[in-house]
């Protein structure tokens, strides 16, 4: 895989961490800014949302020109919104500098996805794709619990000014190491945008989305709300719960790795044996969730299938959005962050049912179901 896509993963490295590092940091956060933790937790839902609508209005404006340009751009300004975010003392102040970040983010990874297809030969884009997404499985591996500890020791703000460093590296790599292409395929002239938009109402890409953004739905759901249930039902103390995390994210890193071989040429195999385990497995979850033996090595798998068959999806994305060159990754940006978003309201919505805590998991179960439902109105996904 060409130096590049290596450049644009350390990019996604610090965006995950980002994202995901709030997890761990809220308690302190909202004491210090004066806030309850459910307001606090605002924050993430802010940054959900704005990945979500940022991905296609910002890769609508960053669509003409050269891809080096825009990256760099997304990058600076993500490292900015988290340096201010580092400096003030006023939540919403921090809550408009999420937002602000969410759409340098979103609009970084669905140019970063377009132009990792372009790096590459037509039939290597999820092998391509697996290389940017590792920077997300290894920020769930080591950047979370890299700003848990920061926290920790230094406090919440600690983290975010190690996110902001994090990118000043991504960012001399991308100005040196990438080249100065434009993000469509082989160089020729993009699209018209309206013709690219177009391509939404082509049932093979709407069906990709919707699959994508519910097996999404339900890793983010079940992901989002793991900690309490190691605490919980599974009866460990919370030191376990970084390892369950680790666990999780070492799968996620496992799978997407792998099906990054598959993705291009055998789609169908990862879909039709992930598929099923991911259907199983969630509600396998909840049923043994008392029993931490189980539950260990099942948070690993779920990781790993998850991500394996998430990262799939995602490529099929690619592949179904070949007539919008330049919003393509956009349109892939969008399921995921869609996923992202619904995935843990849905699961919080569980809480307060007979289920508790186990709750999501089943959610999971559930929100697999539908998109294997989804998946036979058309046996092949692409």
């Given at each position: 895989?060409?130096?590049?896509?290596?450049?644009?993963?350390?990019?996604?490295?610090?965006?995950?961490?980002?994202?995901?590092?709030?997890?761990?940091?809220?308690?302190?956060?909202?004491?210090d800014?004066?806030?309850?933790?459910?307001?606090?937790?605002?924050?993430?839902?802010?940054?959900?949302?704005?990945?979500?609508?940022?991905?296609?209005?910002?890769?609508?404006?960053?669509?003409?020109?050269?891809?080096r340009?825009?990256?760099?751009?997304?990058?600076?300004?993500?490292?900015?919104?988290?340096?201010?975010?580092?400096?003030?003392?006023?939540?919403?102040?921090?809550?408009?500098?999420?937002?602000?970040?969410?759409?340098?983010?979103?609009?970084?990874?669905?140019?970063?996805?377009?132009?990792?297809?372009?790096?590459?030969?037509?039939?290597?884009?999820?092998?391509?794709?697996a290389?940017?997404l590792?920077?997300?499985?290894?920020?769930?591996?080591?950047?979370?619990?890299?700003?848990?500890v920061?926290?920790?020791?230094?406090?919440?703000?600690?983290?975010?000014?190690?996110?902001?460093?994090?990118?000043?590296p991504?960012?001399?790599?991308?100005?040196?190491?990438?080249?100065?292409?434009?993000?469509?395929?082989?160089?020729?002239?993009?699209?018209?945008?309206?013709?690219?938009?177009a391509?939404?109402?082509?049932?093979?890409?709407?069906?990709?989305?919707?699959?994508?953004?519910?097996?999404?739905?339900?890793?983010?759901g079940?992901f989002?709300?793991?900690?309490?249930?190691?605490?919980?039902?599974?009866?460990?103390?919370?030191?376990?719960?970084?390892?369950?995390?680790?666990?999780?994210?070492?799968?996620?890193?496992?799978?997407?790795?792998?099906a990054?071989?598959?993705?291009d040429?055998r789609?169908?195999?990862?879909?039709?044996?992930?598929?099923?385990?991911?259907?199983?497995g969630?509600?396998?979850?909840?049923?043994?969730?008392?029993v931490?033996?189980?539950?260990?090595?099942?948070?690993?798998?779920?990781?790993?299938?998850?991500?394996?068959?998430?990262?799939?999806?995602?490529?099929?994305?690619?592949?179904?959005?070949?007539?919008?060159?330049?919003?393509?990754?956009a349109?892939?940006?969008?399921?995921?962050?869609?996923?992202?978003?619904?995935?843990?309201?849905?699961?919080?919505?569980?809480?307060?049912?007979?289920?508790?805590?186990?709750?999501?998991?089943?959610?999971?179960?559930?929100?697999?179901?539908?998109?294997?439902?989804?998946?036979?109105?058309?046996?092949?996904?692409?």
């Amino acid at each position: 895989m060409p130096l590049p896509l290596y450049l644009l993963a350390l990019a996604v490295f610090a965006m995950g961490t980002s994202e995901f590092m709030l997890a761990g940091l809220l308690p302190g956060l909202a004491a210090d800014l004066g806030v309850t933790v459910g307001t606090a937790g605002g924050l993430t839902s802010a940054f959900a949302v704005g990945m979500a609508v940022g991905a296609p209005l910002t890769a609508a404006l960053a669509r003409n020109r050269p891809g080096r340009g825009s990256l760099l751009g997304f990058v600076l300004v993500f490292a900015a919104a988290h340096a201010a975010g580092a400096l003030t003392g006023n939540f919403p102040v921090l809550l408009a500098t999420r937002v602000v970040a969410a759409l340098a983010n979103a609009g970084f990874l669905a140019v970063a996805l377009t132009t990792a297809a372009a790096l590459v030969p037509a039939d290597r884009k999820g092998r391509a794709l697996a290389v940017l997404l590792s920077g997300t499985t290894v920020a769930t591996v080591a950047g979370v619990p890299g700003g848990a500890v920061l926290g920790a020791l230094f406090g919440w703000r600690a983290a975010f000014w190690a996110v902001a460093l994090l990118c000043l590296p991504a960012a001399a790599g991308i100005a040196k190491g990438l080249p100065p292409v434009a993000t469509s395929a082989g160089g020729r002239p993009a699209p018209a945008l309206r013709a690219e938009v177009a391509e939404l109402r082509r049932p093979g890409l709407l069906r990709a989305m919707l699959l994508a953004a519910l097996v999404n739905a339900a890793t983010f759901g079940g992901f989002t709300f793991l900690a309490p249930v190691v605490t919980g039902p599974a009866g460990l103390g919370e030191l376990w719960v970084p390892v369950a995390l680790v666990l999780f994210g070492t799968g996620s890193f496992a799978g997407v790795t792998v099906a990054g071989r598959l993705a291009d040429r055998r789609p169908g195999l990862v879909l039709a044996v992930g598929g099923p385990l991911l259907l199983a497995g969630w509600p396998a979850l909840a049923v043994l969730a008392g029993v931490p033996a189980a539950l260990l090595p099942l948070v690993f798998l779920l990781g790993a299938v998850s991500f394996a068959v998430g990262g799939t999806l995602i490529t099929r994305v690619l592949y179904e959005a070949t007539g919008a060159p330049t919003l393509a990754g956009a349109y892939a940006t969008a399921a995921l962050n869609l996923g992202a978003t619904a995935g843990p309201l849905l699961a919080a919505a569980t809480l307060g049912t007979a289920a508790g805590d186990l709750g999501p998991f089943y959610a999971g179960g559930l929100l697999v179901a539908a998109a294997l439902l989804v998946a036979t109105v058309r046996p092949r996904v692409g």
